[in-house]
């Protein structure tokens, strides 16, 4: 008989960036599993990447930007599309290409809140 341990899901976000608070709320709906943390920068791993990039942790593996995203819906997606869709967006061909949709919202996220409802957004621009 095969013995399975438990995932351990992690997704910090930046709890100063409205428009990370509101992504992050979609995706605890997406990946229910999944312990969703706001993060500050600071000199731990998360806090040194969080301004730039989301991170994400499972088990003892970080993931960063949209790697982290689709790790994320990979391991912790509420049904089998969603596990598809991280599976997907991991692909040598679709990789790159996520990565560069991840960082034109990440350099333009300030700007992009106020359209999900974010009232404002504690960074510098």
Excluded at 60 to 82: H, K, M, P, V
Aim: charged fraction near 20%.
């Amino acid at each position: 008989m095969k013995r399975y341990e438990a995932v351990k899901l992690e997704f910090y976000f930046d709890r100063d960036c409205g428009f990370c608070q509101v992504s992050a709320g979609v995706l605890s709906r997406l990946c229910p599993g999944t312990h969703i943390v706001p993060a500050t920068p600071g000199a731990s791993y998360v806090g040194k990447n969080i301004s730039h990039s989301a991170v994400a942790r499972i088990n003892n593996s970080w993931y960063q930007g949209a790697n982290a995203i689709a790790s994320i819906l990979e391991s912790g997606g509420r049904n089998s599309g969603l596990r598809f869709l991280g599976r997907a967006l991991k692909n040598p061909v679709l990789a790159p290409f996520a990565g560069i949709v991840y960082r034109v919202i990440a350099l333009n996220r300030h700007r992009l809140g106020p359209l999900v409802g974010a009232k404002s957004c504690r960074l510098d621009h």
